[in-house]
Each structure stands twice: as C-alpha cells, then as structure tokens.
C-alpha cells in the first residue's frame, strides 16, 4: 500500500467564523488543521522548522503582537505551508492585501527608535549643564586666589580645546561586533554565524533585505552602515567583526525576539596610523 493521502486543506473559514476572519486569522486556521491532519503537535513542527513553539502558536492563534514584521510573517507562513505540504501562494497574497497587518506591524521598529532617540538627549542635557555649572565655580574660584598678573593671563582667551570624537551610545537592542585592537586596521565586514541552522533576516542600514532565510553557517556582510538582524532563534546567532575574532556573542536569549542592529567598530586608516 502506498502512503496515506491526507484530505485536501480548505482555505475556507472554520465553522462559525464565516461573518469576519482576517486574512492573517484565516492562515493561522489552515495551517493548524494541516498540522493536525497530519497527526504533528506544535513543538514537532516547530522543531522540524527550527523555530520556537511560542512563534508557531503565534501564528496558529494570528496573534498579531507576538508576531514580527510582514515580511516575516510571509515567510513564516511559506515554511510552514511547504513543510505541511500545501500551497502557500493564496496564503501569502491574503496577508499582502492586509491593511490591519500592515499598519499594526510595519511601524514597531521605527517607533522603538523614535523613543530611544527622544531618550538620550534627555539624559545628556542635566549632565552638561552640570558641567558647566561646576566650570563656572572652579573658575571664580580660581581667580579670587590669583594675584592682579595672575589675572591679567586668566582672562586672555585660552586656545581652543580639540572636539571630542563621536562615540556610539549603544540602546538595549544595539549590539557592537567585537571590536578591533587599537594597533591593527580591522575591516568594516560583520560575520553573521549560526550554531544551528536557524531562520534570520538580514537588512542594511538603510531597509534593504540583503538575505532571507536558513543560515546554516556563518555569512559575512557589509558594516560599514550596520545591520538590523531577525532572529528566530537570537541565541543561536551571533555576530563578530572580520579580521578580529571567531567568536561572537549571541544576540539576546531564546525568547528575546525582536530586531538587533548591529554596527562595525571604526577602522583606522593609513592617515591615523
């Protein structure tokens, strides 16, 4: 006898739910009765896929908040459709055709940045107007101990300090690749590596999807602008800079979804060595 054929998957609603299913719900339902078809519980499928349980029974329930952005999503659904073996195309156009899918996911990365930039010169202004403060007192200090020559060259203008370099100020999703040595040029290429196969996203600084998909073993991209990387499993994935070190630190924990930006230590060049 050959292989059991399984039942055709409807891409109808399920009983009862006919009078509103979005198209994300609609996924969600074919994709948990083809998993059940085929006598396959969550974490089997979920294992099979190398993502984790939480994603798929996120995506099973459409629970939009505890999902990533759409282009994500449309993978998701992909894999998980061909995995079960049935057609991801309808699927897929439905959720392109999603407005609530896409205005409910599409700003959650520019609005985490909104706040952070919004944060930082909040915490920098008390400081340097304390600094000021603080310069201004050891300054009259200073002058009531001085004698009338003494003054005379307190109050000629002092040469001009040299501008302080621009550090980067890392958030709590920001990762540094490992930086180079202060004696060597090290290159502005990050190394993106997996311990197991495992489903990431890939942009540069500017949006651009530079790869999609299974990352087997380690893959090296430009920095020069950073990277944003999403991870379906962030503790399997980490990242370091050419030229510096094989190792690299993971991007955050099992559970700790979301997207990272990653950015290249400055390289010295010929002039600054």
Same mark, same amino acid.
């Given at each position: 006898m050959g292989?059991?054929?399984?039942? *055709?998957?409807?891409?109808?609603?399920?009983?009862?739910?006919?009078q509103s299913i979005s198209p994300l719900e609609l996924a969600g339902q074919v994709l948990r009765r083809a998993r059940e078809a085929k006598g396959l519980t969550i974490h089997q499928l979920a294992a099979s896929l190398h993502m984790g349980d939480e994603q798929l029974e996120a995506l099973e329930a459409a629970q939009l908040d505890n999902l990533p952005e759409p282009v994500f999503i449309k993978a998701m659904v992909r894999r998980v459709a061909s995995?079960?073996?049935?057609? *991801?195309?309808?699927?897929?156009?439905?959720?392109?055709?999603?407005?609530?899918?896409?205005t409910s996911t599409a700003s959650r990365w520019d609005t985490q940045e909104t706040q952070d930039a919004k944060a930082r010169p909040n915490l920098l202004l008390p400081?340097?107007?304390?600094?000021?403060?603080?310069?201004?007192?050891?300054a009259a200090?200073?002058?009531d101990q001085l004698?009338?020559?003494?003054?005379?060259?307190?109050?000629?203008?002092?040469?001009?300090?040299?501008?302080?370099q621009p550090q980067t100020v890392s958030g709590t999703e920001e990762v540094s690749a490992e930086p180079s040595p202060p004696t060597s040029t090290a290159s502005q290429s990050i190394v993106v590596?997996?311990?197991?196969?495992?489903?990431?996203?890939?942009?540069?600084?500017?949006?651009?999807?530079?790869?999609?998909?299974?990352?087997?073993?380690?893959?090296?991209?430009?920095?020069?602008?950073?990277?944003?990387?999403?991870?379906?499993?962030?503790?399997?994935?980490?990242?370091?800079?050419?030229?510096?070190s094989q190792a690299g630190t993971p991007l955050g924990t099992i559970d700790q979804v979301r997207w990272y930006r990653v950015t290249a230590a400055p390289s010295r060049s010929k002039q600054d060595l």
């Open positions: 292989p059991e054929q399984s039942e *055709p998957i409807s891409l109808k609603p399920s009983h009862g739910s006919e995995k079960l073996g049935i057609d *991801p195309e309808p699927l897929v156009q439905g959720l392109s055709s999603s407005p609530r899918l896409k400081l340097s107007g304390l600094a000021a403060l603080a310069a201004c007192l050891l200090f200073h002058l004698g009338p020559i003494a003054r005379k060259f307190a109050a000629m203008p002092s040469a001009p300090e040299p501008k302080a590596r997996s311990q197991e196969p495992s489903w990431v996203v890939i942009r540069d600084g500017e949006g651009g999807v530079l790869f999609e998909g299974t990352l087997n073993t380690s893959k090296t991209f430009n920095g020069e602008r950073g990277l944003e990387i999403y991870a379906g499993r962030p503790d399997l994935v980490s990242t370091s800079q050419e030229g510096v």
